[in-house]
């Protein structure tokens, strides 16, 4: 059963995983940056948050599948996604911010069932990826 302070600690951390990523979409010009990426981030903590408590407040009340949210949020966000993307005749941009932002509703999801240790790994994975890498492929290429 989720009670107040387990609440305030899954959006707080949700919080602060997405201002990691956003601060580094912030830092690259990326079409989302900070608050789009803390709000995704919080906002997919909140719905599967919500879908918790759905499942335990209406339990044996027929059948609650608490899944059914959380797979709104990673339908929906999609089209949030395609939002940033852009295509110029110089080539398409925004497909990482798009990617981003894909990652930042898995975290949220991931922070609002409880499952910290993923989300925080998928961060600092999504963080490194954004960062380091486009300084390697500059290397390699």
């Not at 707080?12 to 690259?28: Q, S, T």
């Not at 949030?80 to 080539?91: D, P, Q, V, Y």
Request: charged content about 15%.
């Amino acid at each position: 059963m989720l009670n107040l302070f387990s609440t305030i600690i899954r959006l707080a951390l949700a919080f602060v995983l997405g201002g990691v990523i956003g601060l580094e979409r912030e830092k690259k010009g990326g079409s989302a940056g900070l608050r789009t990426h803390i709000l995704v981030t919080v906002g997919s903590a909140l719905v599967m948050l919500t879908s918790l408590y759905i499942y335990d407040t209406c339990q044996g009340e027929g059948i609650i599948d608490p899944g059914r949210l959380a797979a709104g949020v990673v339908t929906g966000i999609g089209f949030l996604g395609a939002g940033t993307i852009i295509r110029s005749k110089e080539g398409i941009r925004g497909l990482t911010t798009a990617a981003s932002i894909w990652v930042s509703a898995a975290i949220g999801l991931a922070v609002g069932c409880g499952y910290f240790s993923a989300a925080i790994i998928v961060t600092g994975a999504s963080y490194l990826a954004l960062s380091l890498l486009k300084k390697l492929e500059k290397e390699v290429v």
